[in-house]
């Protein structure tokens, strides 16, 4: 089984940041992807940004130039800086991980955090 803790939501003003953390721990041989996802009350949750553990990203457009992902793969770690909050980015932010159980195997495996709350009011 593999856990994912989330840590870093909060209350912030708009314009204020936040920084997001995800350590994977548990049984695996690496880590494909790691990502954030978000949803708000009363939508769909939607993909933030997802990293693979070579370097690549994929953003969100509206997030695009205030969130920056990162990883650490030696930590299993995923980071999401947020710069410039807004309102609209108020949602639960969950932690995404793709894994590879076994290695020089081709099945992966999906997990989710159990989120983490980001409220941007003034």
């Known amino acids: 089984q593999v856990q994912l803790e989330e840590s870093g939501g909060g209350l912030v003003e708009p314009g204020r940041s936040l920084r997001l953390s995800c350590t994977a721990s548990?049984?695996?041989?690496?880590?494909?992807?790691m990502g954030w996802y978000r949803q708000a009350p009363g939508s769909p949750r939607e993909m933030v940004a997802v990293?693979?553990?070579?370097?690549?990203?994929n953003y969100q457009s509206s997030v695009r130039d205030r969130f920056t992902i990162s990883r650490d793969n030696a930590k299993n770690t995923v980071f999401l800086q947020m710069n410039n909050l807004k309102p609209e980015d108020t949602a639960v932010y969950y932690c995404?991980?793709?894994?590879?159980?076994?290695?020089?195997?081709?099945?992966?495996?999906?997990?989710w955090g159990q989120g983490t709350q980001v409220t941007v009011s003034s």
């Open positions: 548990g049984s695996f041989a690496s880590i494909p992807t």
């Open positions: 995404n991980a793709v894994v590879r159980r076994r290695a020089f195997t081709a099945t992966t495996y999906e997990f």
């Open positions: 990293m693979a553990s070579g370097g690549g990203s």
